[in-house]
């Protein structure tokens, strides 16, 4: 069965950086395009960034564009978020799904668990 | 705030029917994007409940049912049942913002 477990998370400083794991297994995780999604407490869903299957495609939220880096590595079934400049708007619950969809517009069909970013001095 | 926008809340008795909207813009769901639903129980990561507008993953029942007509999309429960009480998020593209959107969500109350 599909399987995706967030890691990483963890009380952080402003400017500070962070690095969010997802681990895949139960499917052929090279053949899907992966994304990262956030809550904050109490809120609603915002998308971060996805990356394609084969990682050769990445596109980010403006909202992180230039502080937040999506990878993967298919070899080890394992979908990344490297974050900087760290600021107390991105505290939130961070959860990796996988993307389908046609005409290369997703939607999310399995989620992780997540993992809560606090960022805080 | 969000650019697709729902109810905060809606709310009816067991068996009832209750439908939840989903309104966009022609650079989303107006654009031709599709709209999927999904359904977050308190505590608990977010699940597809309808994908492609009106399709339903395997083990959704078939009281769920969504729709789409011009700018908007909406999400049918009908038979409302206690375990229906959760979090409903809508989903689509936006060409202008070049992302993917979620809806404001909306929370469904059975009575």
């Known amino acids: 069965q599909v399987q995706l477990v967030d890691s990483g998370g963890g009380v952080v400083q402003p400017g500070r950086s962070l690095r969010l794991s997802c681990a895949a297994s139960g499917f052929t995780f090279s053949s899907y395009a992966m994304h990262w999604v956030r809550q904050a407490p109490g809120k609603g869903l915002e998308w971060v960034a996805v990356i394609s299957y084969d990682g050769s495609k990445k596109f980010h939220a403006d909202s992180v564009k230039g502080r937040f880096t999506i990878s993967r590595d298919n070899s080890k079934n394992t979908l990344y978020l490297q974050m900087s400049s760290l600021s107390a708007e991105d505290t939130a619950v961070y959860l990796c799904a996988r993307g389908r969809g046609r005409d290369g517009y997703h939607f999310f069909d399995f989620w992780g668990q997540g993992t809560l970013v606090t960022v805080s001095s | 705030q969000s650019v697709l926008t729902q109810p905060p809340s809606v709310s009816g008795a067991p068996g009832q029917r209750v439908t939840i909207s989903c309104t966009g813009s022609s650079s989303n769901i107006g654009a031709g994007y599709d709209v999927h639903w999904y359904q977050q129980l308190p505590g608990t990561a977010p699940k597809l409940l309808i994908y492609e507008n009106i399709n339903r993953p395997s083990g959704v029942p078939d009281r769920f049912s969504g729709s789409k007509s011009g700018t908007s999309a909406s999400l049918a429960i009908t038979g409302l049942q206690a375990e229906d009480e959760a979090d409903y998020y809508c989903?689509?593209?936006?060409?202008?913002?070049?992302?993917?959107?979620f809806g404001s969500g909306t929370k469904v109350t059975v009575l």
């Open positions: 989903q689509s593209y936006d060409t202008s913002l070049s992302s993917y959107v």
